[in-house]
């Protein structure tokens, strides 16, 4: 199956500090979402991405389909934005919206 | 919010017992998922329900039945509850371009 892998693992920033985190996937893909799970283990959507770039407030995103990866990029952090971002995404040889996530950034802000 | 709800939230459970979780949507979606969250694997599929009474098995499906009598309930079963079954469970739909949508999570404990 795809495999998906997201660097870096962990991520300590000051707030304002702005970041980048990665997702790298094995093949190509239909679909690309971005999650955040906050500290009480919530998830949530933040993009739904297979191709281009999106943006939300501080938050913007790329994915490259042809080159195989996806950034997110967090701006001004703040300490809401401490969590685990989670890369999934489902193969074109897939069917059925099943997603591969990847293990996960774990982000945290300090005030 | 995707109008997921997933009962129990929280449940311990001894070895070799048999556990049943809920998911419950309200939005007529075709398709509905189980997941599973590990530390250090991000989520993995369980199994996934493409309609009433149409189920298969995902990449970590041993041990697990799944059950869909009707459209908004799709329900997990553990027949035999063991200690690697410990994890937190999520639910999700899949809305028609894909994006996926998550319930709050079930934490199981089984001891």
């Known amino acids: 199956g795809i495999q998906v892998e997201q660097s870096p693992p962990d991520l300590i920033l000051q707030e304002g500090a702005n970041s980048t985190l990665r997702c790298n996937f094995s093949?190509?893909?239909?679909?690309l979402q971005w999650f955040h799970q906050n500290p009480w283990g919530q998830l949530i959507n933040l993009f739904y991405i297979p191709s281009g770039t999106k943006q939300n407030g501080r938050l913007s995103a790329t994915t490259v389909a042809t080159e195989r990866y996806s950034l997110l990029y967090i701006s001004s952090s703040q300490t809401t934005d401490s969590g685990v971002y989670f890369c999934?995404?489902?193969?074109?040889?897939?069917?059925?919206?099943?997603?591969?996530f990847g293990a996960g950034t774990q982000v945290v802000v300090t005030p | 919010d995707a109008g997921i709800t997933q009962s129990p939230r929280h449940k311990v459970t001894e070895t070799g017992t048999p556990v049943t979780l809920r998911c419950h949507q309200t939005?007529?979606?075709?398709?509905m998922y189980w997941y599973r969250q590990d530390p250090g694997h991000g989520l993995r599929l369980i199994h996934y329900?493409?309609?009433?009474?149409?189920?298969d098995k995902g990449e970590v499906s041993d041990g697990y039945s799944v059950s869909r009598s009707k459209t908004e309930d799709f329900l997990l079963t553990l027949e035999s509850a063991t200690s690697s079954q410990t994890s937190v469970y999520f639910c999700a739909i899949s809305v028609l371009q894909g994006e996926a949508f998550f319930g709050q999570g079930t934490r199981l404990t089984v001891v």
């Open positions: 999934a995404v489902e193969g074109l040889a897939d069917s059925w919206g099943k997603l591969q």
């Open positions: 329900s493409y309609g009433v009474k149409d189920t």
């Open positions: 939005e007529n979606h075709r398709y």
């Open positions: 093949d190509s893909v239909n679909n």
